[in-house]
């Protein structure tokens, strides 16, 4: 049974195109939580522990600066270990309580967090849905590189940092389709909507 009632958590992989489903979903109305801009907040309330462990350089006007910080975490599973032992119940616990208050309205609302499965110790079991965002590998490769202008190794090794989508295809609840364009995702919304409207049919959308 699900801790949070009417949440949907919505996941993906990097370049699946999660980002694009929420501002949909908002643009008919529905709350989303936002676990990255949940975790910036946290991570700038937590500065001085941040720059006690990883130095003084990591922060800029007393703010932490995201690009020198991923700079020493990213690809280095042990340092960032050590962020997350700072941050991550932070976020959970801010997250929750989102989560919280939106549930006591009764109605459905959407909880946007990238990596799900890979923080499936803290998260699993909390929501009542959980919605993949899915595109097979080659064309994550492909948008991955495209959008951050990486070589084919870089985008690969971003990817392959993350569980492989094929098992999040197996663990997700609710499976949108994205390997094609803005229409088609459109058009998977409007599915996930009219699913949505079949549990809940006193919401207007």
Known sequence: MAIFKHSFCITGSIGSGKSTLCALLKTYGFSVIDA????????????????????????ENGRVDRARLGAIVFGDRAQLARLEAIVSMDIRDEIFSECGRLSA??????????????????????????????????VLLSRVKARNNLSDDEALFRIEAQIDIELKREKASIIIQNSGSLKQLQGECERLIALIKERYESIKI
């Open 36 to 59: 990255d801009i949940i975790a910036h907040k946290v991570l700038d309330k937590n500065a001085d522990k941040v720059a006690c462990e990883f130095g003084e350089s990591v922060l």
């Open 105 to 138: 309205l009764n109605l459905p609302y959407f909880v946007d967090i990238p990596l799900y499965f890979e923080k499936e110790q803290i998260y699993g079991g909390c929501f009542e849905e959980v919605v993949l965002v899915y595109a097979p590998k080659q």
